[in-house]
């Protein structure tokens, strides 16, 4: 081991940004409905790939995630949302070292719990990616002097180093036994490896049997499993929304973490934007291995009004594709790749009659990009 | 989960190969020392590239496995050599969903260990890679029904499968303690991620203080980590072997699992195969991710006669570089790619004067490729 540079402790960050929080007592029961409040619309700010956690053996690291916390307590502040969705890639994985990656995820979500605003999460490819080792600590240089003590003490490991990484199945369980605010799921057993797959229904302010919308959350893979949808979702899929929704009567928006083929269809090429909204155009989809039957199922199915997916840093379009739009969020983190603005997608719910508008509102508090989602 | 292919139960296997065996006691010292027997030269067979336990969902991997194990045998009853080296790739961890990948690592020591012949194993870039979802999992085939009831019911996890894998240091902790005859060893705490990396003496039969051969073993990563032999590891070498063998008049060989580049620039090309002796070269060498000072290193030290790899299947040669010899093994397994057929290279040396020969022994008995590499 070399005497270079040294793992600034996780507790320090934590104290920084959880100073205001309540301690929330432990959940009881799951919740799956939201409610609209009376004469308002309902407000979701969606936080793509925020990366908590990359590069923790330096400065950098640490100094991105706070000023990820910065982007999302300015988009809070200002949009002042009912709900926040967590649309994957919350953490680096594949640089995190400590035993419990569990810590970075609630660093995460500390912005919104701190503001009591309810939320729910889905997986990318790096929440549970494994351990990238960095080639340059096999040269002369070495491994950096790693301190993996943790702001914890009751976990165990203590100041032991871990590489074996955290499932989702551990993420999702710590995150939803923690958080009375969490609408998370693991989701149906028999669909996993793929852990996030759950709906909730928004119901209306005069009465809560009465659903205006269902968001249908899917687990996209990637990090310990295939970048895919599988068939078993689909079903899942057909399923649940036959059973709840048989006349597809009620609106349908949909989210998951990597952009599914069709996206690279609709994707605007030559610079010819067409019908497409958005501010950035910077990059080519990477889109999922391989398509099991999502997308067409989606396609076929009239209340399906919209798809959100993050994973492409340097994209935050929508585009329609048949009856329905394909849109990105927009990269809301200052850990993984790009340097592009930070923002986070805005989406307005309203009941009566039904409309589904967003926007982008950015860091510095500007917002572009509006798009009605509905028509 | 479909009701498709049932995996077929670890202890069948285990019962067909292991039925000779004697239960050997645990061993309670660490054993650095081979002693050649009077009058004898001293044989050495080099089992490479087994890859137990591949896609354990079908009956396909089992067959592989139980076929691996007669190459063995075969190897082992044709050459009764006095010692064997497992050389990386023992078992193929990316296929394997149990508990405890050891089970497998066990099979393939099975034969040696029944014939009571000591060994030393190192690790190659699949014994702890990360599981391998096959995408036809997320077709509509859905994923097969997995049994993972071990063998050892004491094991924790019962039916339960896991795909998290088994570490380095797990794998060569469960060898060392479970076996006597094994002269592994998990390596200086400083070098790793990577475990397999320590030094065996060959002592003269008349005085055990004489030192008639030092092999060195290497752990060439991959896997859990980059392709690599580390700067750390070439600064343990200079000092072990500046320690052991001040003056360089001890012969030295050397054993890793993934060719340096140095075996792509001296790879037969055009079908000239000039100094070269082996009998398939079939295949580009793919070599390590990045040179560290390793080879300079040996090639610079007049002890050091010859370097030994596994990895690629299609090759089995040995061509000079230097003042010294970079040879291939052969590959033993049925599993891993390519259909070639299987053998194990023999190293046969002699004390007075020292000569360090080589060939390869066949499944069917048949030999070939003999070349002296002391000279």
Known sequence: MSEGLTFICLSVLIAAVGAAEVIAPLRTTPADNLRMREGASFKTAVFADLHFGENAWTEWG???DYNSVGVMSAVLDNEQPDFVIYLGDVITANNIMIENASLYWDQALSPTRARGIPWSSIFGNHDDAPFEWPLEWFSETGIPQLHCLTANASFAGGEECSFRGTTRLELMKSEIEQNTLSFSKDGPRNLWPSVSNYVLKLSSASNSQEPVVFMYFFDSGGGSYPEIISNAQVKWFQKK???????????????????SKAYKKVAPKFNIHKRCVGSIFLENVAPQEAEMGMMKVLEKRPSVKAVFVGHNHGLDWCCPHKKLWLCFARHTGYGGYGSWAR???????????FSLKSWIRME???????VILSS
């Open 241 to 259: 929304s036959e059973e709840i929704n048989p006349d597809s009567r009620v609106p349908e928006i949909i989210f998951w973490h990597i952009p």
């Open 364 to 370: 510095d508090g500007s917002t572009h990009s509006e």
């Open 343 to 353: 923002g986070a997608r805005i989406l307005e719910i309203n009941q009566q009659p």
């Open 62 to 64: 640490p100094r991105q």
